[in-house]
């Protein structure tokens, strides 16, 4: 993991963190991904961190040890909240594609490395999903790796009451997350009393919201964004 501090930190402090998964169809991918977003909200007076994690092209692992790594993650942030200066009951898990798989299986799916500490929860407080693939079900992304399977690992069959506040990033051009996905997604964490955002950006492929060295007209629309919702749920001051 990479840790960015803001610059006013002092070591006594517990400050919110937000951790970034990689998107790359659990195949790929960097783990500088989300630097830009993680420097502005260092910036802001979060503790963002951006995470590495095993894939298939480098690990020749399967998205389960994606999710392992995930969850582990969560649990040596928290574990170490004190010497890092994270306030442990104010984690954002953030991620695209399937970085946002990872992070929302965080919250939702309990696949956990024999090693961990199952008594440190993994579960983030937050979450902030970039065009998620977060519905593996027949018809949606993943299912032709999980068959049958899929059920122990798509947040979207594993919803529950609890569930932490969630906000998603979607184009409407995406060509593999459809809009009605998304939309369901909203609906199933919404009838059973969670906050689920859904913010759909008009014909935007997959990936719109990455920082580019030019025309970053929508890396900064979701940062924005991104950054009430924080402030809304006490993770950021909104005076900064």
Request: hydrophobic share 35%; aromatic share 12%.
């Amino acid at each position: 993991m990479k840790l960015y501090y803001p610059d006013d930190f002092k070591p006594e402090q517990k400050r919110s963190a937000i951790i970034f998964f990689f998107g790359g169809g659990w195949v790929g991918g960097t783990i500088d991904q989300f630097k830009h977003q993680a420097l502005y909200l260092a910036s802001r007076g979060m503790i963002a961190i951006t995470a590495d994690y095993r894939v298939r092209s480098r690990h020749h692992t399967t998205p389960f040890e994606c999710v392992k790594d995930g969850r582990s993650a969560i649990r040596y942030l928290r574990k170490h909240a004190a010497e890092l200066g994270i306030d442990p009951d104010r984690i954002v898990a953030a991620g695209g594609s399937a970085g946002g798989h990872v992070a929302a299986a965080t919250d939702l799916i309990e696949i956990d490395e024999a090693t961990d500490d199952i008594s440190i929860s993994a579960r983030p407080n937050a979450l902030v999903l970039f065009n998620p693939v977060f519905n593996n079900g027949p018809d949606n992304y993943g299912y032709k790796i999980f068959g049958d399977d899929y059920v122990r690992i798509s947040p979207y069959h594993n919803i529950k009451k609890g569930a932490a506040p969630t906000i998603v990033f979607l184009g409407t051009k995406d060509k593999h997350i459809p809009v009605k996905t998304a939309e369901d997604y909203q609906k199933k964490m919404r009838a059973i009393g969670n906050r689920c955002d859904l913010f759909l950006y008009a014909d935007q492929p997959h990936g719109f919201f990455n920082y580019r060295e030019k025309g970053n007209k929508y890396y900064e629309e979701t940062l924005m964004v991104t950054t009430r919702f924080l402030i809304e749920l006490g993770f950021l001051p909104a005076n900064k």
